[in-house]
């Protein structure tokens, strides 16, 4: 099936700093907001269950809650485990009030 933007979130809805969790499309997303730049990526870490927007962004790593395994949110890199694979990332980009990802 071809990708398509479709809207996540409201640009407002994004502090900097901080990640936003949204379901879209039946995927959870976290979207952050880092020097006026905005980045998504899949929200459940791909080592067990928990939701990166309740870990802790700290420049473009995020932390996971439960493990503190570290993902890089530009890449889904994994930065430190005990994940092992990346998680996902979405193409992100503003359109006036609207954060849209390619989905
Ligand atoms: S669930 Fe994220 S590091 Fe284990």
Redesign the pocket.
């Given at each position: 099936m071809e990708k398509t933007w479709i809207k996540v979130c409201e640009t407002l809805d994004v502090q900097a700093d901080a990640a936003f969790a949204c379901e879209v499309e039946g995927r959870m997303i976290a979207v952050y907001q880092v020097d006026e730049r905005h980045f998504a990526t899949e929200n459940v870490?791909?080592?067990?269950?928990?939701l990166?927007s309740d870990?802790w962004l700290e420049g473009i790593e995020i932390e996971?809650?439960?493990?503190?395994?570290r993902f890089d949110i530009t890449t889904g890199a994994v930065l430190e485990?005990?994940?092992e694979c990346a998680v996902k990332t979405y193409p992100v980009r503003i359109e006036g009030d609207e954060v849209q990802c390619l989905l």
């Open positions: 870490c791909p080592h067990a269950y928990a990166l870990g996971c809650p439960l493990h503190g395994a485990g005990p994940a």
